[in-house]
Every structure is written in C-alpha cells, then in structure tokens.
C-alpha cells in the first residue's frame, strides 16, 4: 500500500493510473479537489478494490495521522501543491499555505508514523517529494543544464515555496533521518492537463477559434517531459533512489513556447483541419509577458541514467501526437474541466 497525495491532479492521477496498471499495488488517493484536482481522472478506478479516494488537505494534520495509521502504507509519493505561475502572481498565499504549511504538515505526519513502525517496516519506508525545475531558476542560452548540484534562484512565488518544500524535505532526512527522496521535473504534458497550461491551452482554444496567447516574444525555452515518462521515472526513484538524494527527471526536449505552439498548429491542420482551409497558425497571438518569467530552464537527467538505468521513452514528436490526439478524442472531459460543470457531474457519479 502507497500514499499518494494531490493524485486527483495531472500527474499525480497518472501517476495513479499507472501505478494500478504497471505494478498492482493498492494505492490510497488523498486529494482537497481544488480546482486542478479532478476526481472523474480516477473513474476508471471506481470499484476497484485496490485504490481507495480520500478528499482532505494535507494541512489537515489529525486527517493525516489518521490515515497513517488506518492504511499503514510503506511509502509516501508526494505531488499535492498549487503550481501555476500566474496563480502564485496574483494569490501567493494559498501556495505558501499548501506548498510550504502542507510539507511540513505531512513530512511531520511522516515522522510520527515512521517511528512507529517496526524495525523492517521502518527500514523499507521511503517518502518521495516531488518538485520542479523552476526552483533552479533561469539559464541563460547556452549556460549547461541544471544538475542536481545547481543552486537555487526561484524567481516566482510558485517556485519560491517549492523551493522552501524541498529545503524542509531534505532538513527532515539530516536532521531526523526520515527516509526520503526528491525529484525535480521539467515540464510535463500530456493526457488530463489542466486547460489553463500551455499545451492544453493551445490546444482547446484553437480548436475552439479563440486567439493562442504566447508570452512575449515566445522565445522562453522549456525541456518537455511526456507525463508518463515522468510517472516511470517517479516509480524507478521509489525502488532504487538513494535516500536523501535529489533526482532530475527531464525529457531531452528543449524548445521555445512559439516552436511547440507551431508545432501543436500544424498537428491540428492534420488532424482536426479547420473548416475554413487556413492553419490554426494563424490564431498566435503575442500578449505582454508576466512578470519575474524565467527565460530558459533545462534538465540534465544523466544522474537517473547512470545510476538507475531510466531515460524517456517518448520524443517530443510521438509524445506530443498522443497528447494532441487524446485531447480530440475527449473534448467532453476539456468541456467539463472548462466550464467547471465536472464537479456537479462528480457530485451526482460520487454522492
């Protein structure tokens, strides 16, 4: 039995989805269901005997020691945060409160269950944290990738306090000796994106006619990760990662936001042309940057190959087909997602 936290989001339900798939071991999902955390990502689930959903906060100190102790689970994956950049912008507290309060809530529910644990159990728990590359900060054009060893320069609120996450987590393993692990990501796409990201935001607003906004002048530069390439590299961390040590997970795919919206464009005048004969190319529209935007991030992930043996398995080019192609092929969950009405359609599936 595994804890996964925030599992009703993006990657954490794939994670979840996965996780059933590939290894079959009972999962028990702990999610508050903000407006990222979609519980119908987990329908699939429904009735399964091994996964059981809980909604609660992982601020929720008694709610967690509860489940602690009622599951008794051999390990803790971690992905529940607030992480949209120009949410923390405009409301940074509700980051502080999940990002940082939420941590340490759960890294001290942690360390009370694991000290309760029998000598075999104790040894084999691990908590695993996952977090971003953003804590890094911005590489100039042709600086080296960020390795494990780079120091960290958050430059949001968002990337702020999952910096200071990562700094509790490690404080946690030298100062107690928790058993823990963490990995940093690049950016992650794929099925069950929330909308308002970029790929899924280019997406559903070309193939609803509506302007495709890019930043600036489009040239910030992101290493592309496909979610379950992501969720493969998670699940190797858990099994072979040494404890206390920091894993970057990347996808060899760096490109510019303008690169990666052209390319979505010409997928969609393949698959799904528009009526009128033009390319959805034609909607890109340049909007005014957001303040503190990082102009490059990028993951050097050798340190996963060299030690654990894992690399992606999608290029961008397979990986961004099937995404495209699973958002055509389920525009009624973007529409659900969008209008918000996925939470009455979950009230009335889930009363």
């Known amino acids: 039995m595994i804890l996964v936290t925030g599992g009703a989001g993006f990657i954490g339900a794939n994670f979840v989805l996965d996780w059933i798939a590939q ?28 996964h059981t959903f809980v909604q609660g906060d992982i601020t929720d100190a008694a709610l967690l020691d509860q489940l602690l102790a009622k599951h008794s689970p051999r390990a803790i994956v971690h992905f529940a945060a607030e992480s949209h950049v120009d949410r923390s912008i405009h409301g940074p507290e ?23 644990l029998e000598e075999d159990r104790k040894t084999d ?26 120091p960290y320069e ?89 404890l206390g040590e920091t894993y970057n997970i990347g996808g060899h795919n760096e490109m510019a936001n303008i690169d990666i919206v052209k390319r979505i464009c010409a997928l969609l005048d393949e698959l799904r042309p528009r009526t009128d004969g033009q390319s959805y190319a034609q909607q890109i529209t ?8 990082d102009r490059r991030y990028a993951i050097d992930a050798s340190r996963m190959q060299g030690e654990l043996g894992w690399k992606p398995a999608e290029t961008f080019d397979s990986g961004i087909r099937k995404t495209v192609q699973w958002y055509l092929d389920n525009t009624a969950w973007v529409e659900n997602v969008q209008s918000g009405a996925y939470r009455e359609w979950v009230q009335k599936q889930y009363a």
């Open 23 to 50: 290894v079959g071991e009972p999962v028990v999902t702990l999610d508050k269901l903000t407006y990222a955390g979609n519980r119908a990502n987990l329908a699939s689930l429904e009735g399964d005997s091994r």
């Open 94 to 116: 509700d980051f502080i409160q999940t990002n940082v309060i939420g941590t340490f809530r759960l890294l001290e529910a942690a360390r009370s269950y694991w000290n309760g």
């Open 125 to 150: 728990f691990r908590f695993l944290h996952v977090s971003t590359d953003e804590v890094y900060g911005s590489l100039a054009p042709q600086a080296p990738a960020f390795t494990e060893q780079h």
């Open 154 to 242: 958050p430059n949001s609120p968002y990337s702020a306090s999952k910096a200071a996450s990562d700094h509790l987590v490690r404080a946690w393993f030298h100062t107690y000796g928790l058993p823990v692990l963490t990995t940093n990501c690049s950016n992650n796409y794929g099925p069950l994106h929330f909308p308002e990201k970029l790929i899924p935001l280019v997406i559903t607003n070309a193939l609803a006619g509506k302007p495709l906004p890019i930043y600036g002048d489009g040239q910030q530069i992101r290493d592309w990760l496909f979610v379950k390439d992501h969720c493969s590299g998670i699940r190797r961390v858990l099994e072979a990662g040494q």
């Open 286 to 293: 340049f909007v005014k940057d957001r303040p503190g935007h």
